[in-house]
């Protein structure tokens, strides 16, 4: 069973609104932080937010900020992103994952595991 399984992704035309899932297969409680992240082809993997479990405290890449919101359910091992008001530039392959405290979850080298992914394509 794959860590973490993301759903939720589709066609969107923009201005509209999608809310990803992910499911986690470990105890979310454990982690230091959860995020998601976002790449186009040909492009570097990015990362779009970030939440720490601990705290609960949340952040967000300037480019989402204001419309996209993370968020956790402890209790399901699920991590959540709200995203509203969608441009044509979020189209992409949106990834979750986590990392332990011997890591972070802005850059993608520093996470421990990755989702397998879920698409999101925003049409004008």
């Known amino acids: 069973v794959p860590p973490l399984v993301e759903s939720g992704g589709g066609a969107v035309q923009a201005g509209g609104s999608l809310r990803l899932s992910c499911v986690a297969s470990?105890?979310?409680?454990?982690?230091?932080?959860m995020g998601w992240f976002r790449q186009v082809l040909g492009k570097e993997r990015e990362g779009v937010a970030r939440?720490?479990?601990?705290?609960?405290?949340?952040t967000y890449a300037d480019s989402v900020k204001g419309r996209f919101t993370i968020s956790q359910d402890i209790a399901k091992n699920a991590l959540y992103l709200q995203m509203d008001s969608l441009k044509l530039e979020d189209t992409g392959l949106y990834f979750c994952?986590?990392?332990?405290?011997?890591?972070?979850?802005?850059?993608?080298?520093?996470?421990?595991?990755w989702g397998l992914g879920t698409q999101v394509n925003v049409s004008s």
């Open positions: 994952a986590f990392s332990y405290a011997d890591g972070d979850c802005h850059i993608p080298s520093r996470v421990r595991r």
């Open positions: 470990i105890n979310i409680g454990n982690t230091y932080c």
């Open positions: 939440i720490y479990t601990g705290n609960n405290i949340a």
